[in-house]
């Protein structure tokens, strides 16, 4: 090729990105190193809760991470409101464990139905297996035993002479496996993606370039080539996403991505790149 063709032929791979986003957008960069040091300073945030959410929760299963999550609203909670950009940047990470956990549990429903998921999640997130069989059943013979030296012990005083008095012990059982309230909609969620993959399968960069990105003041996420990723339906199918973490996590967490809201997403998912312009096409002898 002489130059004149190299040049026509990088002007049609000019719609490329200079960078993507999280990898080296510098005020992701910047927010990630600030973050490092308030960190330090936060002692309600675990260090092990922090790391695991900014990178090991790539790898993890659905229940890890909704667990994760849900420690986070704890935890912040108990620290109170967190300084920017720490509160940006772990929420941020916390939608994408929220997605990630989404699109996992989407991908299942190819298996089994919501109800058997339902039923999978319950186990993981109370007794910690998705498969148990032996916890919850050892509990309810727990509170079999306990139920009957209640009555024994009430029938021997009411033989005494003393006047029966019924104390309620609450059951080991319930206390335990008592899902927690936010499961009915991250299932509705899990629905939403499972029946819309062509979007669902790029959510995970939408959220990216929204949180680390978008929201961060930066402009990578405004180039031609991610217009695709921006359209109503991916916001549509981000917010109930933000709407799942503040199931999970609380306000606390969600409310710094609030911005989500007013970001324009007006990108087409059928717009491809300008390459009108012909190649010199080699001649064949």
């Known amino acids: 090729m002489d130059e004149a063709m190299v040049a026509r032929r990088e002007k049609a791979h000019a719609w490329l990105p200079a960078r993507f986003a999280h990898l080296d957008g510098p ?15 936060l002692p309600d945030i675990p260090a092990g809760l922090a790391r695991f959410l900014r990178g090991d929760s790539l790898l993890a299963e659905s ?25 940006g940047v772990l929420s941020g990470h916390a939608l994408i464990a929220v997605l990630l956990a989404g699109i996992q549990d989407a991908g299942r429903l190819d298996t089994f139905p919501v109800s058997s998921l339902r039923r999978r999640l319950a186990s993981a997130l109370t007794v910690g297996d998705p498969s148990d069989a032996y916890v919850l059943p050892m509990l309810e013979k727990a509170d079999a035993f306990f139920r009957f030296i209640q009555d024994r012990t009430h029938k021997a005083y009411v033989d005494a002479g003393a006047e029966p008095i019924r104390v309620d012990v609450p059951s080991l059982r319930d206390a335990i496996a008592s899902p927690p309230s936010y499961l009915d909609y991250y299932l ?26 978008a929201l ?70």
């Open 27 to 41: 005020a992701c960069l910047s927010a990630e190193l600030r973050t490092t040091g308030q960190l330090k300073g």
């Open 63 to 87: 229940p890890n991470l909704l667990a994760a999550v849900q420690s986070l609203g704890v935890a912040v909670g108990k620290q109170g409101v967190l300084p920017e950009p720490a509160a």
């Open 188 to 213: 509705t969620f899990v629905e939403r993606l499972r029946e819309n993959p062509q979007v669902a399968s790029g959510l995970l960069q939408t959220a990216e370039l929204t949180c680390f990105d």
């Open 216 to 285: 961060l003041g930066d402009v990578a996420w405004k180039s031609d080539s991610f217009s695709h990723l921006f359209t109503t339906e991916h916001k549509g199918l981000l917010l109930v996403a933000l709407q799942c973490l503040e199931n999970i996590a609380g306000k606390s967490v969600a409310n710094p991505l609030r911005g989500i809201h007013d970001l324009p997403f007006r990108g087409s998912a059928g717009k491809v790149p300008d390459r009108r312009e012909p190649f010199d096409q080699p001649t064949l002898y």
